[in-house]
Every structure is written in C-alpha cells, then in structure tokens.
T-cell receptor, first 115, second 114 residues
Framework: AQSVSQHNHHVILSEAASLELGCNYS??????LFWYVQYPGQHLQLLLK??????LVKGIKGFEAEFIKSKFSFNLRKPSVQWSDTAEYFC?????????????FGKGTTLSVSS | SQTIHQWPATLVQPVGSPLSLECTVE??????LYWYRQAAGRGLQLLFY??????ISSEVPQNLSASRPQDRQFILSSKKLLLSDSGFYLC?????????????FGQGTRLTVV
C-alpha cells in the first residue's frame, strides 16, 4: 500500500530561520503531490501542489517545494519563517492512473516558530 | 463555487450510542468523497473513500461505516460508539481538474465519546 513519510514530528525554529520539512512517498507510478497547512483552530488549507512540469513549485506565503522523482521526495521549504507560520504541515500524495485511489497523508509536522 | 458542509461541528455521545455524521458538497458533480480521522501525532488517517453513489472503500477495519446515498452526500455512521472512536473527523472531496486531482476539506467534527 502507498504511504507517506514525514521525517520530522516537531520542528522548533526562531523567526527568520530557514525551514525544510521532509516528505517521502512510496509509490512507483505517477503522482500528484500536496502540502497542506493547518493553523491553530483552523481547517486544512492547501499550501501548494505539484501536478506536472517544473518540479519546483511555489505556493502561498513564500513556501515552495521541490519534487525529486528519483528520491520519491517532495520537501517543503521557506527561506525565512515568521511567527505566523506556526502550524501543522501535512504532505499528501495522490497516485494517478490508478482508479479509485485516495489522497494519502503523512502524519504531519508541527512547526513552532518563536519570535 | 464549490463548497463542502459538514455537521455537526462538535458532538458528545455516550459509549454504545449510534453516530451519524453528514457531509454534503455543492457546486460539483461526481466528486470523490473521503472521511478522515485526525489524531494528534497520527496525522490524517483515511477511513473511507467513495468514487460514486453506493461505492465505498474502507481503509481500516473499525467500528465505523460509511454510505453515499446521493452523489454529493457522504455519511459516516456507527451502530455503537466506543471510547476509542473519539477524535476529529474530516470530510473531503476531490475532483480532477487542470491536470491533477485536488482535495478540499470541510471544517471537521470533534467527536467525544464519554
């Protein structure tokens, strides 16, 4: 079965530090890739997505992610975090060309940014 | 525009009581529908998904069931709740558009079984 691994359970950073959250998936075929964010007390929101084309995708709020097919990875990055980035981040994978498959999520990474 | 409605927002139920959580989607047709449970440290666990009316796939064996009586309605049920059913339940829908599949989430239901 497909799975998604997020390497960091809890990341603590100071404001202006750089961020990289790891995400790996186990599926050999073509995939759509996503990062979702959940701010405290709010519902899940899409941060960015990769469908095809340029493997470096840019999302909202200065986030970007790079799809490296050979490594089955889709790491999330931000050069300089802000206190308002404190949230839980979820990587998700949707295999395509495979009927009836669902969006699979990683276990999430909690990011705490101190001011 | 598409919207997703999920209710109730919070629910407190005694052990052994039945459960029915409802989710409806507006503004789209034939969406894929999902039920997830979110637990601290475990991320979003896929419970059920449906690609069409009456078509339900279960991802984990459990005390819950799902039904899709209409194209844009997805119901999560239990005949007898257990304490371990407490959690945050999210409904989602997805549709293939612009070269890929994107999912959208409801606001969630916080279920506490006492």
């Amino acid at each position: 079965a497909q799975s998604v691994s997020q390497h960091n359970h809890h990341v603590i950073l100071s404001e202006a530090a750089s961020l990289e959250l790891g995400c790996n998936y186990s599926y050999g075929g073509t995939v759509n890739l996503f990062w979702y964010v959940q701010y405290p007390g709010q519902h899940l929101q899409l941060l960015l997505k990769y469908f095809s084309g340029d493997p470096l995708v840019k999302g909202i709020k200065g986030f970007e992610a790079e799809f490296i097919k050979s490594k089955f990875s889709f790491n999330l990055r931000k050069p300089s975090v802000q206190w308002s980035d404190t949230a839980e981040y979820f990587c998700a994978v949707k295999p395509i060309n495979q009927a009836g498959t669902a969006l699979i999520f990683g276990k999430g990474t909690t990011l705490s940014v101190s001011s | 525009s598409q919207t997703i409605h999920q209710w109730p927002a919070t629910l407190v139920q005694p052990v052994g009581s039945p459960l029915s959580l409802e989710c409806t989607v507006e503004g789209t047709s034939n969406p894929n529908l999902y039920w997830y449970r979110q637990a601290a440290g475990r991320g979003l666990q896929l419970l059920f998904y449906s690609v069409g009316i009456g078509q339900i796939s279960s991802e984990v064996p459990q005390n819950l069931s799902a039904s899709r009586p209409q194209d844009r309605q997805f119901i999560l049920s239990s005949k007898k709740l257990l304490l371990s059913d407490s959690g945050f339940y999210l409904c989602a829908w997805s549709v293939f558009l612009r070269g890929g599949t994107e999912a959208f989430f409801g606001q969630g239901t916080r279920l506490t079984v006492v």
